[in-house]
């Protein structure tokens, strides 16, 4: 995957419609951005601010 792809995955303002609509691969874009969704939402629920760790700290990445 490339990792600037992901950085704007990670990018709030860029929706989910407009994502799948620029991708080559839809599945991928939509795993990662539903798992960035739920991981901004624990962090939210944990107090945290809205901001989203960068990809590279995520779980599972290289």
């Given at each position: ?41 624990l ?20």
């Amino acid at each position: 995957i490339n990792l600037s792809a992901l950085e704007v995955i990670a990018d709030p303002e860029n929706s989910l419609d407009s994502l799948l609509a620029t991708s080559a691969n839809e599945a991928v874009i939509f795993c990662t951005y539903t798992n960035l969704a739920v991981y901004r939402k624990l962090l939210m629920q944990r107090g945290a601010t809205s901001e989203v760790a960068p990809v590279s700290s995520l779980p599972g990445t290289a």
